[in-house]
T-cell receptor, first 112, second 115 residues
């Protein structure tokens, strides 16, 4: 079945770039998403990429998609303490009536 | 005001009790979802509804039931709560564009503890 995998933790120094990785198994993905969950809050959409794109940039965020390797990454430039959160990767597929398949989330820890 | 609200925000209950979690939205979206979040497991879909007359089981529907009372309201019930249902529960909504999925908008979550 479909599967989305992420590392559970990532630790970076303030000011460095953070790269959060995600792999997925189903090649029929239509959209791939990054959601952010701050402590004590619900999830908020951070950015998304259509499966026919390979890169999307939005201010400090860069999303890279390698369809051949089924690999998605989120790069956060100049990581700040406010970026501390859990980041979820999710994919939607036409075959599953466009339900979202979620990764387990990567907790981003910022070191001073 | 928040677009997606959940009540209660926190609930502690005992094994065997019936619990209802409520979700309301002002976004006018047709689609609503209930998820549970457990540490290290991410989000798992419990039930979803594409409109008032459409209810579908998700990945982990056993032990849960739902009711879509109106377009804006979608409630989740635990008929007889058990300790392994202790989790953070999220409601979400999305538009129905008919050809691809859309951004899901999440409520703030309900933290449920079953003793």
């Amino acid at each position: 079945g479909e599967d989305v995998e992420q590392s559970l933790f990532l630790s970076v120094r303030e000011g460095d770039s953070s790269v959060i990785n995600c792999t997925y198994t189903d090649s029929s993905s239509t959209y791939l998403y990054w959601y952010k969950q701050e402590p004590g809050a619900g999830l908020q959409l951070l950015t998304y990429i259509f499966s026919n794109m390979d890169m999307k940039q939005d201010q400090r965020l860069t999303v890279l998609l390698n369809k051949k390797d089924k690999h998605l990454s989120l790069r956060i430039a100049d990581t700040q303490t406010g970026d501390s959160a859990i980041y979820f990767c999710a994919e939607s597929m036409e075959d599953s009536n466009y339900q979202l398949i979620w990764g387990a989330g990567t907790k981003l820890i910022i070191k001073p | 005001d928040a677009d997606v609200t959940q009540t209660p925000r926190n609930r502690i209950t005992k094994t065997g009790k019936r619990i209802m979690l409520e979700c309301s939205q002002t976004k006018g979206h047709d689609r609503m979802y209930w998820y549970r979040q457990d540490p290290g497991l991410g989000l798992r879909l419990i039930y979803y509804s594409f409109d008032v007359k459409d209810i579908n089981k998700g990945e982990i529907s056993d032990g849960y039931s739902v009711s879509r009372q109106a377009q804006a309201k979608f409630s989740l019930s635990l008929e007889s709560a058990i300790p392994n249902q202790t989790a953070l529960y999220f409601c979400a909504t999305s538009e129905n564009r008919g050809y691809f999925t859309d951004t899901q908008y999440f409520g703030p979550g309900t933290r449920l503890t079953v003793l």
